[in-house]
């Protein structure tokens, strides 16, 4: 089997073998929801399935009842004309940072960071200046101000972050967002876990930002409705960053499949079930108390997400001088897969 370019999903995947070999692994490494897909979901893809008109070709944008759905969730002052179907939050990162930077280019990125963002970077040709976050896990806008050079495009954060699961509040959230604005810099807020938070209601950037013209969300059904398989995201920005998306899904994949967008206009339709967000609170309170009996292991309790970023740092010793290498032993001794912080730079 070809090796994965993705370093959590390397993990996962030697867990996976190991798994298939016998061993009893617990795999604590790629955001995969462990719940299926709800079978309403499900069932929404089999009757698109049987219905012939989905058997032909689609609008590049996307269907226009998904994308009036997912604008709905926003303000008013967002619109259909304003969201651009994807093949999940990635691709519509790929295509958002496509359309704000190329060679030559560089773009902000939060150290730790999901290394998806930095993938996202490099693909289009820019270059990645990462920006160290505070104590607290937080951006700044004196760090971001610090960071910043004429060549400077973008910054793109995760809202609740991964891999910390702290949440960038609305008033640091519009602030940053007005430093955009200030420097002419494209904020790219990825909303992905945004519905998975769980001492606050669930907010989009879209609404706190007061100028929302360099403002792009990145979002997708994966985390929150366990879809990681169906591959179904947006972008939802400025037009003409709309218009430039649109432009290279029609060139390339021509649209995002209408099965898996009916699919995704059945999850986003439903009432929302306060029970997922409920167990994986349940969830990170069990992981977050075990963690902290562990001597030596510091582990903040995590805002939003499904995950925690513990401090291994004095369990490092001669025989595990790197976390990376702790995160070996813990897979080859305990059988237990978890993801090392170097990943996230």
Avoid at 24 to 42: F, K, N, S, Y
Avoid at 94 to 109: F, K, N, S, T, Y
Avoid at 161 to 177: F, R, T
Avoid at 301 to 313: E, I, L
Wanted: proline share 7%; aromatic share 6%; charged share 15%.
């Amino acid at each position: 089997m070809a090796e994965s370019d993705n370093p959590i999903f390397r993990i996962a995947d030697r867990a996976a073998a190991l798994r298939a070999s016998g061993v009893d692994v617990i795999t604590l490494a790629a955001g995969e929801p462990e719940a299926p897909t709800a079978a309403h979901i499900v069932e929404a893809a089999v009757t698109a399935a049987r219905d012939p008109r989905t058997h032909h070709y689609g609008p590049a944008a996307g269907l226009a009842d998904f994308r009036e759905r997912v604008a709905g969730q926003h303000p008013g002052h967002v619109t259909a004309d304003h969201v651009q179907v994807t093949v999940g939050t990635k691709h519509a990162l790929h295509l958002a940072l496509g359309a704000m930077a190329g060679p030559g280019d560089q773009v902000l990125v939060l150290r730790p960071s999901w290394p998806g963002h930095v993938g996202a970077v490099e693909s289009v040709g820019a270059s990645v200046v990462q920006v160290p976050v505070n104590r607290d896990g937080l951006a700044s806008v004196d760090e971001l101000e610090a960071a910043w050079t004429p060549r400077t495009r973008a910054i793109v954060i995760a809202n609740p972050s991964n891999p910390s699961g702290v949440l960038h509040w609305g008033g640091l959230l519009a602030d940053i967002a007005a430093w955009c604005v200030d420097r002419d810099v494209w904020l790219v807020s990825d909303e992905v876990y945004g519905g998975l938070v769980f001492e606050t209601d669930p907010f989009s950037a879209t609404a706190v930002v007061a100028d929302p013209s360099r403002l792009v969300v990145v979002d997708g059904v994966s985390k929150v409705h366990a879809m990681t398989g169906w591959r179904v995201g947006w972008l939802l920005g400025p037009t003409e960053v709309v218009a430039a998306a649109r432009a290279q899904v029609s060139a390339t994949i021509t649209h995002v499949p209408s099965l898996t967008q009916h699919a995704a206009l059945a999850a986003l339709t439903a009432p929302a079930d306060a029970q997922v967000v409920a167990r994986y609170r349940a969830s990170r309170d069990l992981l977050v108390g075990k963690l902290s009996q562990v001597p030596s292991v510091e582990c903040p309790t995590p805002a939003g997400g499904m995950f925690a970023f513990p401090d291994v740092s004095k369990l490092l010793s001669a025989e595990h001088p790197t976390a990376a290498e702790l995160a070996a032993w813990l897979l080859d001794e305990a059988h237990v897969a978890v993801v090392p912080g170097e990943v996230f730079g």
